[in-house]
């Protein structure tokens, strides 16, 4: 009986530590990227395409930050869907690009964003909630389907789901094994439906990012 109790107590006492780290971990770094970059996220055929902008950027050796900000000219500009990215010239790619100094890549990326947009009229109809899985084991075919975007990839596809997940609960949760790396680091369960079970209100979209976070140096953990 006396062993029961403590071992009860154990789990409880773990129970409450895991959800004070969860609740740090959350307000450190819990905004999601798309949310950084002005997205308001829903199943729509336009956020759903400034994800994928979001993606593309993402996918390139530059810092989140600049991609963020670049994301955010683009939008800015009036390109929130394939076809009126379509309807901008280069140039003005280019240079919206530049003013959210993302300028290594500007020339390259302004180019990719217009076959981005083409493989997404010609390939899905310019929705991407036609490759909306119906459930966590059709993750693999959206992120093989993900991966053939230009400039995408699988490290792309990853990030796009990670992103998408609370719109497409479908998906969720989908904590990939870099990240739960992480949460392991931190003493937090390796599991993804363990992790989903900490957070607050179910949604996995901001621990992903929050973890993403933390992988690439965030203090105050």
């Not at 609740?23 to 308001?40: H, K, P, V």
Request: aromatic residues 4%; charged residues 30%; proline residues 6%.
């Amino acid at each position: 009986m006396c062993m029961g109790r403590t071992r009860r107590g154990y789990v409880q006492k773990m129970s409450r530590r895991e959800r004070e780290t969860m609740r740090r971990l959350l307000d450190a770094g819990g905004t999601t990227y798309a949310e950084e970059a002005g997205i308001r996220l829903r199943d729509k055929p336009s956020p759903l395409y400034r994800l994928l902008v979001l993606t593309m950027l993402s996918s390139t050796r530059i810092t989140t930050d600049i991609a963020v900000a670049a994301s955010r000219e683009l939008s800015k500009a009036g390109w929130r869907t394939p076809q009126r990215l379509l309807d901008s010239t280069w140039q003005q790619r280019v240079d919206a690009l530049g003013r959210g100094h993302y300028r290594r890549y500007d020339e390259s990326t302004a180019t990719k964003l217009e076959e981005q947009a083409h493989w997404l009229l010609e390939n899905h109809r310019g929705d991407l909630r036609n490759l909306r899985p119906a459930s966590r084991d059709d993750a693999d075919a959206l992120i093989d389907a993900l991966a053939d975007s230009p400039r995408i990839g699988p490290v792309g596809a990853r990030i796009f789901c990670r992103e998408v997940q609370d719109v497409w609960p479908e998906l969720s949760p989908f904590l990939d094994d870099p990240l739960l790396e992480q949460a392991r680091d931190l003493a937090l369960p390796d599991d993804p439906d363990e992790l989903a079970e900490l957070v607050p209100d179910g949604r996995c979209a901001p621990l992903a990012a929050a973890l993403t976070r933390v992988r690439h140096g965030l203090p105050g953990l």
